[in-house]
């Protein structure tokens, strides 16, 4: 639960059960939760003692706490507000409730102890729900109710759950699915349309009473995904392309996309994803643009800070950047797939020119997976520039991290919006690469001749590292936006020292660490890998033009601006024609 808030910026809400459970074991697992940053807690009393279907009327668990209203009490007691409070619903009654009544006055006794909102137990007749929201509305139960949602998987669990927690099935659903019960294909598509129903139904006959659903997707995500594209609540941004080559686990054809796939339609707070722990969330509003596509490496390395930026990242050598560690994979794509696998999707390359495909490959969305990126494809706002990327790959400029110049797009633009509504947002072009020296060569030779440009590199070793460009050394804004009634908003930044004395440790690391271990010692891949981690250099070139940018509106009369991808191509192609530059 930790880290879902910590890495993936999602409030967890964590179950704790009255079954079996002592006051004092109750008080040590929520510290441990307070420590880690939860605030949200699913009160229940548990699952009925071994040997019973359910609970009965006049049964308590078998712990200190006899039922779920004694745990909220407890709760309240011992933390006062600081938890959030759910408690469970049960809008066709409950085993232990002689009636419908009497269970909804124990729910309005959970509220009055202090819970804060209600999920219900899940529904498939919507009318139940509905007039179970207004009952409780008549008895004066005022907060929060979500109704629960739980898409049909199979036609055999569907009648297996629905029978064992006691909730009813409308014939008209049972007559879609008789038909179909024996393809699970079938029945999962039927599922997703009932439960489309059912939420725009609730949401929309409810009067307001009802602001939201909570899904129970049984760790099988894709239904869930689907209700919500169809709902128009997410944007699927996957390419078809991508997913026929896909080598992940499983060919990709013919499925739904899961929500690592899937752009959200609400804007972004920042174009970055904060952390949901409490502190970090309320008052980290700058990152470095480094781990942009390692979010969550860069999270784990700065859980102790009690500051956001600590020092403006200060002495980049200071123990406050925590030590990187290979721990930090688990997060990543690589945690779902073998050696094998992996070996599979990198490929056994022999040349330097095989690497370069590799990384070409996965801008194009035809491999799934790179040491330096924990997604599954590169970033949204990447395929403006897709077809540009691929190109330098290919050339020898292996891109780990990059964005387009923006000149004042809205806020709420889909790809490139975030901050809150009325704002405009601006971005500087940004490349950072891993290069040869010849063409960290051409490179500078770019910049020495364009005064908007600057580049900072450095080799394995940290020894060698390069500074040219129009302005001195210092900390640059690469994003910010402008907002009604705000101070200007600069969240992703350029800092040469962490980018120098941090990151690029990291970087570097990665070629050992998650590509050459894939290999024996004396192949010509591991190799090869060495070879490039040990000769190439860590480059990070900004474009400081984003005036002229190439811009999204269609109307702009801006006269056409060489874009930093082509400068880099050009710049290439100039080297190769006239030889080797030197520095």
Not at 88 to 109: F, N, T, V
Request: glycine share 8%.
């Amino acid at each position: 639960a930790s880290h879902t808030q910590k890495f993936l910026g999602v409030d967890a809400l964590l179950h704790v059960t009255a079954q079996g459970v002592g006051a004092q074991d109750l008080k040590r697992h929520l510290h441990q939760a307070k420590l880690s940053g939860i605030q949200n807690l699913l009160v229940l009393r548990g699952d009925p003692p071994r040997g019973k279907r359910s609970w009965l009327p006049g049964d308590v668990s078998g712990g200190d706490f006899p039922r779920a209203i004694d745990l909220v009490k407890f709760i309240r007691q011992e933390y006062g507000d600081y938890f959030g409070l759910a408690v469970a619903g049960h809008p066709e009654g409950h085993p232990s409730s002689a009636s419908i009544q009497q269970e909804i006055q124990h729910l309005k006794d959970k509220v009055e102890a202090g819970a804060d909102f209600v999920v219900t137990q899940f529904v498939y007749d919507a009318d139940k729900l509905l007039q179970y929201v207004r009952l409780c509305r008549d008895e004066g139960i005022s907060c929060p109710i979500i109704p629960g949602i739980m898409p049909i998987q199979s036609y055999n669990s569907f009648l297996r759950m629905t029978e064992y927690c006691s909730v009813s099935i409308p014939d008209h659903i049972l007559d879609r699915l008789s038909p179909v019960r024996n393809d699970d294909q079938a029945v999962k598509e039927i599922g997703v349309e009932v439960a489309v129903d059912m939420c725009r139904r609730i949401l929309k006959e409810s009067n307001g009473e009802v602001e939201g659903v909570h899904f129970y997707t049984l760790n099988l995500e894709r239904s869930v995904t689907n209700v919500l594209l169809k709902m128009g609540a997410l944007d699927w941004t996957g390419s078809e392309q991508g997913d026929a080559e896909n080598l992940v686990a499983e060919q990709r054809r013919n499925r739904s996309p899961s929500l690592s796939e899937i752009e959200s339609r609400s804007g972004r707070v920042l174009p970055w994803r904060p952390s949901a722990m409490q502190g970090r969330s309320q008052t980290e509003e700058v990152r470095p643009i480094n781990w942009a596509n390692r979010p969550k490496s860069y999270v784990q390395r700065t859980e102790d800070w009690d500051e956001f930026p600590n020092g403006r990242w200060g002495d980049a050598t200071s123990p406050a950047f925590g030590e990187w560690s290979t721990l930090g994979h688990f997060m990543g794509p690589a945690s779902a797939v073998s050696d094998d696998d992996r070996r599979n999707i990198l490929g056994h390359p022999s040349t330097q020119q095989d690497v370069w495909n590799t990384f070409a490959l996965y801008v194009e969305r035809k491999i799934p997976f790179l040491p330096w990126c924990e997604t599954a494809q590169i970033q949204p706002e990447s395929y403006d520039i897709a077809n540009e990327l691929a190109e330098l790959n290919r050339k020898g400029f292996l891109t780990i991290n990059s964005q387009p110049a923006v000149n004042g797009l809205p806020s709420s633009d889909k790809t490139y919006g975030w901050g809150g509504a009325g704002g405009f947002v601006y971005q500087k072009a940004y490349c950072e690469c891993f290069c040869s020296p010849h063409h960290l060569q051409t490179l500078v030779a770019m910049v020495k001749k364009d005064r908007n440009l600057n580049i900072y590199a450095v080799n394995f070793e940290g020894r060698k590292t390069v500074e040219e460009g129009a302005s001195e050394s210092g900390v640059t804004a690469l994003t910010w936006g402008v907002f009604p009634n705000r101070e200007i908003v600069q969240p992703t930044i350029f800092d040469p020292s962490t980018f120098f004395m941090v990151w690029a440790e990291e970087a570097f690391s990665l070629w050992a660490s998650m590509w050459m271990n894939l290999y024996d010692f004396e192949s010509d891949s591991f190799q090869l890998i060495e070879e490039i981690r040990d000769s190439y250099f860590l480059c990070a070139i900004i474009d400081n033009e984003f005036i002229q940018c190439i811009s999204k509106n269609k109307a702009s009369q801006d006269p056409p601006h060489t874009s930093l991808w082509e400068k880099i191509v050009d710049a290439s192609q100039l080297a190769c024609e006239q030889g080797s530059l030197q520095l």
